[in-house]
């Protein structure tokens, strides 16, 4: 079998350099290789971008190109051309972040065999192609995954669809007149349906985390509300038990940076697994309040006067698919997910779940999930280096809907806040999180460190990205864009970066005004 | 007042089914296609005031439905609930992509199907925002 000639590209500018290493190839049998010479990273790029090159040859010094700028550029113009970098004695820490940049080997120049190089570039090269298989490979499981999620989810709920939608149908007497007996087992059917299907939700829910698509997106919310909300979901439970379920919120309790979401099902999770393990006649109680060890957190506490939890029991509680096993007194439990989904969720928000019991005592869930705070988010985009001109503009996005004066949909709400996510350079621009809780009021505020031309490129850039869309026509939705800059906050050297970012949250929240930012009573 | 007509996208003859039997009782008028290419003719043919749209059709997926109702003048000004019975991430989110104005997971809740569609056909005592996130279990 005869080998390909393999096409090298070697960008190198120092003549003497480049002249050694051709000798190098010329050593060779002239069908093995084809050597193509740049000086510039831009003729490079150019011809990179043409294909057919087999392996890149990078030195990292270039007229227009330094240090891992080179590697970037090489990789953004042939992502799947393998690369080795070329550096100095003493760049090696360079090389090394031009490994983790991708490229496949590093060369130090004056230490190059020449019989070592042809050698290195087809390890290079063989490296690379095992790496896109193994990715590969990892992506069709992932996908394989993916599409037998979806095929058990349709084929589950299909047929139990069906038994819903029928026994509904009878149940509602749409089907002729029932008497009270049928009807008190066509309740009994109907409760097994809402039982399968949220064990088919659990099922899914932690399938999906596997593969990754689980989503939880950090806002600024409202624990009370997702309390509140659970405590609604399960009256009905609770009342058929007759258990006492009472929650006092805190009037100073602050605003989490969690996904309310997520929160809703946390608590759905514990305050159900409450209600299901406390005797008929029994109380829970859920409180919540700033965490007692670390104030950046806030701590919910789910109480049950139920029959409680061996220490032994407790250690495994959150572990996939454990059940504390019983006397058959609380009936069917389910598939033992929901704590596990719910530790997996409070994690996923940075945040921790655990429980203290002894049985016969009750028992208490506590999680904590970070507090919202403006220094916290706006931190990474003011580590970017100013540059002269810049400043802090904030951009306010006010969406309204035309119709009736009727209150925006979330579904228009979530699909606005991805369109404007787009629309932002990931280091500089920081889209701030729904400032009023519970409002479907669309007021969006974007932080962008900038200048003049660059806030009204966003703005264009903005309008143009939600106007562009479906949903947000001019008949339905009137869009409204605008800017301004904070005052300029002096930045000298002695002052602390917790200072200054401290100085420009307080300058932001005077911006948008301060009632925002605060629990609604 | 005359009936609102509905136009129900369902390959399943039991969906269809239960779902004329709840419309009927309901006073709407119902009618049905079984497949992606039946839909968009159905959709031209009756001009529904409403289209429930399952996502696995034979003949055209349903978000090639939707596609098509979306691109064309006419067809794109009426209203399409998705209900489905594939996971929630993603088909949620290219569902209101779209242009559907609600997806709904099945089996779903009677009531809220009802207060769904009397939403999106703007009829009083609609007051209930589409809201959907965990609350499509049945209750």
């Not at chain 1, 003549?15 to 010479?37: I, N, P, Q, Y």
């Not at chain 1, 809703?264 to 965490?291: C, E, M, Y």
């Not at chain 1, 409070?346 to 945040?351: D, E, I, L, P, S």
């Not at chain 1, 999680?367 to 540059?387: T, Y």
């Amino acid at each position: 079998m005869t080998e390909k000639a393999l096409h090298v590209l070697l960008v190198e500018d120092n003549a003497g350099d480049a002249r050694l290493l051709r000798e190098m190839f010329s050593k060779e049998k002239v069908e093995s290789f084809h050597l193509t010479h740049y000086l510039r990273m831009s003729d490079a790029e150019t011809h990179l971008a043409k294909g057919g090159v087999d392996i890149v040859l990078l030195d990292m010094g270039l007229p227009d190109a330094h240090g891992i700028e080179t590697v970037r550029r090489a990789r953004a113009a042939a992502p799947n051309v393998p690369m080795i970098v070329l550096t100095g004695l003493e760049d090696e820490a360079l090389a090394a972040e031009a490994m983790k940049e991708g490229a496949q080997d590093y060369l130090i120049k004056g230490q190059i065999e020449s019989r070592a190089l042809p050698r290195a570039l087809r390890h290079a090269i063989e490296r690379h192609r095992m790496q896109v298989e193994t990715d590969l490979v990892r992506i069709l499981q992932l996908q394989l995954k993916d599409e037998f999620l979806s095929h058990v989810s349709h084929e589950l709920r299909s047929p139990l669809t069906s038994i819903y939608s029928f026994s509904s149908i009878i149940a509602d007497g749409l089907a002729g007149q029932t008497s009270p007996q049928q009807d008190e087992y066509l309740q009994i059917i109907l409760k097994n349906v809402s039982q399968l299907q949220a064990m088919i939700e659990d099922l899914i829910m932690v399938m999906q985390a596997q593969t990754g698509k689980l989503s939880v997106e950090l806002l600024q919310t409202s624990v009370a509300d997702a309390i509140v909300y659970a405590v609604d979901t399960l009256r009905r439970a609770a009342a058929a038990k007759d258990i006492t379920v009472t929650f006092r919120p805190s009037k100073t309790l602050r605003l989490a940076y969690a996904d309310p979401t997520r929160l809703r099902q946390i608590l759905t999770i514990l305050l159900d697994n409450a209600i299901k393990f406390t005797p008929t006649g029994g109380a829970v109680h859920i409180g919540a309040q700033s965490f007692e060890d670390d104030p950046t957190f806030l701590r919910v506490e789910v109480s049950d006067t139920g029959r409680g939890i061996s220490s032994k029991a407790a250690e495994r509680i959150f572990d996939r698919l454990y059940q504390v096993s019983d006397n058959g007194e609380a009936g069917r439990n389910g598939l033992g997910l929901g704590l596990y989904i719910a530790q997996d969720l409070v994690a996923r928000q940075g945040g921790r779940i655990w429980v203290r019991s002894e049985l016969q005592q009750g028992s208490h869930f506590s999680f904590i999930v970070p507090v919202f705070s403006l220094e916290g988010l706006i931190a990474p985009i003011l580590a970017h280096e100013q540059k002269p001109g810049e400043a802090i503009a904030v951009l306010s996005v006010e969406i309204t809907s035309r119709v009736n004066s009727q209150a925006v949909p979330s579904e228009i709400l979530s699909l606005a806040r991805s369109l404007l996510q787009q629309c932002l350079r990931p280091d500089t621009d920081l889209l701030l999180p729904n400032l009023n809780a519970a409002s479907e009021h669309m007021l969006f505020y974007v932080i962008a460190y900038t200048q003049q031309q660059g806030a009204e490129v966003i703005e264009r850039r903005i309008l143009s990205q939600l106007r562009r869309n479906g949903q947000l026509q001019p008949a339905d939705f009137t869009i409204a864009v605008s800017h301004s800059f904070l005052d300029p906050i002096s930045r000298d050297a002695n002052e602390s970066m917790k200072t200054f970012i401290g100085q420009v949250a307080a300058g932001i929240q005077d911006h948008i005004g301060k009632q925002s930012f605060q629990e609604r009573s | 007042m005359s009936q609102k007509k509905i136009l129900i996208v369902d390959d399943d003859p039991e969906v269809r089914l239960s779902l004329h039997v709840r419309l009927k009782v309901n006073n709407y008028d119902v009618v049905f296609a079984g497949d992606g290419v039946a839909s968009i003719a159905e959709a031209r043919k009756h001009m529904p005031d409403l289209i429930i749209l399952d996502l696995g059709l034979p003949a055209g997926d349903g978000f090639s439905v939707l596609e098509r109702l979306k691109a064309n003048v006419i067809l794109s000004m009426i209203p399409v609930i998705v209900v489905s019975g594939r996971v929630r991430i993603p088909n949620r989110e290219w569902a209101l992509k779209a242009g559907a104005i609600a997806f709904l997971q099945k089996p779903v809740d009677n009531a809220r199907l009802l207060s769904v569609i009397r939403h999106a056909l703007g009829e009083k005592g609609s007051s209930e925002p589409v809201v959907y996130e965990l609350g499509d279990t049945v209750n």
